[in-house]
């Protein structure tokens, strides 16, 4: 195989330009216009690769072999900033007020753009068709249901993807592995807590909405407490109560928002329904309702335990792979998981010389450059090994 460290950092410079781009001009869900076409710029030129614009949006699908034989691999990266004030100072902080790349998917797009122009040039190692998944809206907008729904996994078909994310509690050198559930489901909880509104000094004429709701939030910590097992992790935070119009009256009704987070399917549900009961009957122990919606978001992202092995070889060329625990966050990349066999891992972006770094979602987060040869060696390594050391249910 061809070495693959020359190439990439012949691309080094004009990647980490590409990064600092990106990070002066972040875009929202669903708003990657000028990202999309950033990376149809990159690309457009390499050879061998085809661009289909506009997927889910604004999403970009480059494939590169489209025509060749062996089966499909894919790689994904999310392009989506947040709404968040930056406070970095260093000179590519972002130029849009409230909004910045706090989750490092400047990095992630900069990563899978270096990965094509160096697959690009590895030239007869490439035996079947590399797709690179653009994505739009990661960042609670289900981008990648929705690249599913616009069939980016087919023609041709892909048989496995993988994706990566920074990882700043992991040094730069580190890729973080974990089989089986690594990040939880996301669902949203609105309760609407109904009763008799009433002067606030005359309570008892009334049916005390904040009163019900309070004795909700606590119930609902029980459906944790005691009715999930010790070794399962379930989170119901409600983080959001609106309810009142004055401090001497007793709302008619009280709204409750907040999240669920799960790492198993089974336990998924069988948390909607203890929320339910839980929060209908406690209301009704004082004479009041309450509505439970939930809105289904994200599931469980399960990592595929052969794909995710084979990440683990893959790395360990160049890379030390370390076991990591799952974690209560969301991620979208769980319904290409659904499709077909999929690994998405972390990538360490911390420097090593440094003890802490900021964390995901932390107004002054940076994708640190040094992570970016890293990130382009891992996808390209994981496509070109594929179809000789991928999984064996993925290769045909």
């Known amino acids: 195989m061809r070495e693959l460290q020359p190439l990439i950092n012949s691309l080094l410079p ?62 994904r990266a999310d392009m989506d900033a947040l709404p968040i004030e930056e406070q970095g100072d260093h000179a ?3 130029t849009v007020p409230g909004k910045m790349h706090a989750c490092g998917h400047d990095g992630h797009v900069t990563c899978l753009v270096g990965a094509a122009q160096v697959l690009a040039q590895l030239g007869d190692e490439l035996e079947g068709p590399v797709k690179f998944l653009f994505q739009p809206a990661e960042e609670g907008g289900a981008g990648a249901r929705r690249m599913c ?26 890729v973080g592995v974990h089989a089986g559930g690594f990040l939880a489901s996301s669902d949203r909880l609105h309760i609407a807590v109904r009763g008799v509104g009433a002067h606030a000094a005359f309570p008892h004429e009334g049916i005390d909405t904040v009163l019900v709701a309070a004795h909700i939030i606590v119930a609902l910590q029980s459906i944790v407490a005691r009715n999930t097992a010790p070794l399962d992790s379930v989170v119901v935070t409600v983080s959001q109560v609106h309810g ?35 929060a209908t009957d406690t209301a009704r122990a004082f004479g009041a309702t309450a509505a439970v919606v939930i809105d289904d978001g994200y599931p469980v992202l399960e990592n595929d335990p052969g794909a ?24 979208d990349f769980a319904f290409y998981a659904q499709q077909v066999p999929a690994s998405f891992v972390a990538l360490g972006v911390r420097p090593v010389d440094r003890d802490t770094y900021p964390t995901l979602h932390q107004a002054d987060y940076d994708f640190h450059d040094g992570a970016i040869p890293l990130g382009v060696g891992l996808h390209v390594d994981i496509a070109r090994r594929f179809w000789r050391e991928g999984p064996r249910s993925s290769v045909a």
């Not at 001009?25 to 289909?52: K, S």
């Not at 160049?318 to 966050?329: E, H, N």
């Open 308 to 331: 995710t092995e084979y990440v683990r070889r893959v790395a360990a060329h160049t890379m030390t792979p370390v076991d990591i625990a799952p974690v209560m966050g969301g991620e």
């Open 92 to 94: 590519h902080r972002s």
């Open 14 to 75: 004009d990647l980490v330009a590409l990064r600092h781009e990106l990070h002066r001009h972040p875009e929202l869900a669903y708003e990657e216009h000028a990202t999309a076409a950033r990376i149809v710029d990159q690309l457009q030129h390499v050879p061998g690769i085809t661009l289909r614009t506009g997927v889910a949006g604004t999403g970009v699908v480059a494939t590169l072999g489209a025509d060749r034989p062996g089966p499909c691999v894919a790689l």
């Open 244 to 278: 009142g119009t004055a401090f001497n009256i007793i709302p008619g009704q009280v709204l409750l928002t907040g999240t669920i987070r799960t790492l198993h399917a089974a336990t998924r549900e069988r948390t909607f329904a203890h929320i339910h009961r839980v």
């Open 149 to 174: 729904e616009e069939g980016v996994l087919d023609d041709p078909p892909v048989q496995a993807i993988f994706g990566l994310h920074g990882w700043p509690t992991l040094p730069q050198g580190q």
